[in-house]
């Protein structure tokens, strides 16, 4: 068996999930740690830490874990790597989810810490004072 494991919010690299896969792989499981678009490597050159350039970079964010956890999945099951699945904590548990959900094949799927919508932290929670909500009225 395999896990695709998506990061959480503010992960750049893979110490909070090589702390929660450590006991899987010692027990068999293989796991791959996808690196998220915008973070780490992946990182703009102008982009500051984890703080988006753009509003669309959220999007695009997500949409590249999705698309890019479907494809590792199809590659590991071609590669004879099985059963296939997918999993993340915060941000990459609602991607994970997200994945799953678009799958066209069965996908196993385990989502760690996932809210069930994340306007709550742009409008009350962490990170409503990084908003420039002046800008986005105008």
Excluded at 12 to 31: D, K, N, S, Y
Excluded at 67 to 86: D, H, N, R, Y
Aim: overall charge negative; aromatic content about 8%; charged content about 15%.
């Amino acid at each position: 068996p395999v896990w695709v494991f998506l990061a959480g919010t503010g992960e750049h690299g893979t110490g909070t999930r090589t702390r929660i896969a450590l006991p899987l792989v010692r027990e068999g499981t293989a796991v791959l740690m996808l690196e998220s678009a915008f973070y780490g490597e992946r990182r703009p050159e102008r982009q500051s830490g984890s703080k988006l350039l753009h509003v669309y970079d959220l999007l695009a964010l997500g949409n590249a874990t999705i698309e890019e956890s479907l494809a590792l999945k199809g590659w590991l099951g071609a590669a004879g790597f099985g059963p296939v699945g997918v999993c993340g904590f915060s941000m990459g548990g609602v991607h994970a989810m997200m994945a799953a959900c678009v799958s066209e094949e069965p996908v196993a799927l385990v989502s760690l810490l996932a809210p069930r919508c994340a306007s709550q932290v742009f409008t009350d929670g962490a990170l409503a004072a990084a908003v420039d909500w002046g800008a986005l009225a105008a």
